[in-house]
């Protein structure tokens, strides 16, 4: 464990663990940044005042002074960014004059997931006319406009639950009818599979590392949230060694890099509900380059999924059952399932969990970094039920 003030760390404990961990540059940075900037000012509220005049000198630099901007409104949901939607009456490029639905998207001063506007910018641009996600516009990553990095894109019809569904926190536990299932799961199982059949050497992702077949995706990955355990944990916990020397040793091989969402799941795509139709895949902060089996494996997570009405039947994600998830998607993506590299990453789904729990989501509550501080305290809570799954993936070997 790093001996050093976490809360104001000095310049020389910054330099040591960016030479201790190498991650990609854009997540160095962004992780720089935010140790740099640790011993500075709480999370400061902002009003719809403030983030329209903000968005809204973003949007003059791109495209003049010939726009309006109109009901402004907070959108829920999401434990780790603020959402603003608004109405923007503009002209597009070539395009007669309309007005658009709209949504700003920021981060807090330090977030449950420390993530890169630059990167969601991307992914959410090369994505288009692959799976479905909103249409994106323009990014302020070093906050020139804005009080916090941010990113506006279009905003999409959809819900990320039906009204008669129950669920907990963040989209976890949500609870479906059989028929929503039947609807869904397909759409589910098909979108990922795109996204992971797509030749990512052939998408316009200048931030992120293209990592060639073999260890330097998982390499990348492992130094990454290590890196962010040793910033952001008040206590060592011995599991958490365990697990991270654990997934060091067993490092598979990755024969495709590919894509990855990085946070797959129930809650993190919108639906209509008058067609059960999936309108956009939301949330791709943590996309990367790496194994299809890490989506796979935080999808299958214990913590998004459930029991079908029978009491036996497990639901990836509430949507579908374990056995069949796993074939359609190989069906789907060309992909083989290899058991033995997706349980090294069901453990590692494991692991970072419990970074975030234990480490970030405690560290941004202690220092009120977040507006999200009653959720991260949620989060902290489930902590030690995330260890004890842990502790089984890691018993099974």
Known sequence: MLETDKDRPAPAAIAALRARFACEPEIDRILTRKLEQRAGPGYLHRDLATLLAGSAA??????????TISDARWLTGGASKLQMAFTLGWTPPGEPRRNSAMVLRMQPAESVVESSRRREYEVLAAMQGIVPVPPVYWVDDEARHLPYPAIIYGFVDGVT?????????????????????DSLGPQFVSAIARVHRTDVARLPLPSYEKHAPGLDCIERTLNHWERVWEEDADEDVPLMRLACAWLRRHRPACARPALLHGDYRMGNFLFTEHDARITAILDWEMARIGDPHADLAWAMNPAYGLRAEDGKTWLVAGLVPEREFLARYQDESGVRVDPATLHYYRVLCGWVQGVIALGTAWRIAHNAKTHQDVLMAWIVGIGPKLLAELRALLAEG
Not at 58 to 67: A, H, K, P, S
């Open 161 to 181: 639950k039906p009204r008669d569904a129950t669920s907990q926190a963040s989209g976890m536990g949500t609870q479906l009818a059989a028929h929503w299932r």
């Open 58 to 67: 973003l949007i003059r630099e791109q495209v003049g002074d010939d726009f």
